[in-house]
């Protein structure tokens, strides 16, 4: 089997012509094969094959050699978008923010039932909703701000450390989701 990252084979690539253009002559000329190797130097037989099958049978038949090294190209750059480091530590950390909301979650459950302590239902509900005045994302306390860049004044409810405004979305929120949560 050829390997991914091989370059192409003038082999291949009449094979490829042969499978792809079957109305060409079956011996493809040299002069053709010749031209689909330079257009197609470094790229693999594999990307090749796989670039002519995404393109489907028909277009496939009239698609230009130097057409398929751009679908290569194409491809490697989607490949390389969605394995980049950047984007990998995007999904680590989005991943990283929910585990800890969930294991918060649970901590605090388990932590009030455990010291017996009353439970705040309605910090709870809050803390589910992003705070609309200083953006706290869900699960995340409410920042000290007290008031914004557009002159909004909110003071935090000293009890439950969450903007007035942020219980008020909690509340719509339950409302809004029905009564059989
Ligand atoms: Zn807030």
Redesign the pocket.
């Known amino acids: 089997m050829t390997g991914a990252t091989e370059p192409i084979t003038r082999e291949q690539v009449v094979t490829l012509i042969t499978r792809y253009r079957p109305h060409q002559a079956q011996a493809p000329a040299e002069a053709t094969v010749s031209a689909w190797l330079t257009s197609l130097a470094g790229c693999s037989y594999l990307e090749c094959e796989a670039a002519l099958l995404a393109l489907g049978p028909s277009a496939a038949r009239s698609v230009t050699p130097s057409e398929i090294a751009g679908r290569v190209e194409a491809a490697r750059d989607r490949a390389s978008a969605a394995s980049s480091p950047q984007a990998a530590a995007r999904r680590d950390r989005a991943a990283e923010r929910a585990h800890f909301v969930a294991v918060g979650a649970r901590g605090i459950r388990a932590v009030y039932e455990a010291m017996g302590w009353h439970r705040d239902p309605e910090h709870d509900r809050a803390r589910q909703v992003r705070?609309p005045?200083?953006?706290?994302a869900p699960g995340v306390l409410?920042?000290p701000?007290s008031r914004r860049r557009d002159g909004r004044q909110?003071f935090?409810d000293p009890k439950t450390r969450?903007?007035p405004?942020?219980h008020k979305a909690a509340r719509r929120t339950t409302a809004h989701s029905g009564a059989n949560q």
């Open positions: 705070c005045f200083c953006r706290a409410c920042s701000l909110e935090r969450m903007h405004s942020r």
